[in-house]
């Protein structure tokens, strides 16, 4: 199940290249490209490079170590490099954005036993 987190002061991270934040006990990566918000994967798949040192360029995001490169979109890698990162949707209402995140199972358990 998905639970919506908000980001806060999404529109100051235009000008801030790839940042890490933590939503939900889960670190995520977000970057502005072409005046969209996108969210995904904290580390590469490749051999697990921290993708905030990396930068964005045709609509992908660059690893630093290998420059292996993902969509933005589908989080696919390139043919060649059989891998990919997790993509996470965002929205905005009211001008304010939201990452979604898929609640872990524990937390699915916990959450359904408080309820
Ligand atoms: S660790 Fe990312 S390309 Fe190798």
């Not at 921290?50 to 660059?62: F, S």
Request: hydrophobic content about 30%; overall charge neutral.
């Amino acid at each position: 199940m998905l639970r919506w987190y908000k980001i806060d002061n999404a529109q100051f991270l235009k000008d801030e290249g790839i940042t890490e934040h933590k939503f939900g006990g889960k670190t995520i990566c977000l970057t502005w490209f072409e005046d969209q918000l996108h969210a995904f994967s904290r580390k590469c798949p490749h051999a697990g490079a921290p993708l905030k040192n990396g930068w964005c360029e045709r609509g992908k995001v660059i690893c630093p170590f290998h420059r292996h490169e993902f969509d933005l979109v589908t989080g696919k890698g390139n043919p060649t490099q059989h891998d990919f990162i997790h993509i996470y949707p965002v929205k905005e209402e009211e001008n304010a954005y939201y990452v979604g995140i898929e609640k872990g199972f524990w937390q699915s358990f916990l959450g359904s036993k408080s309820n």
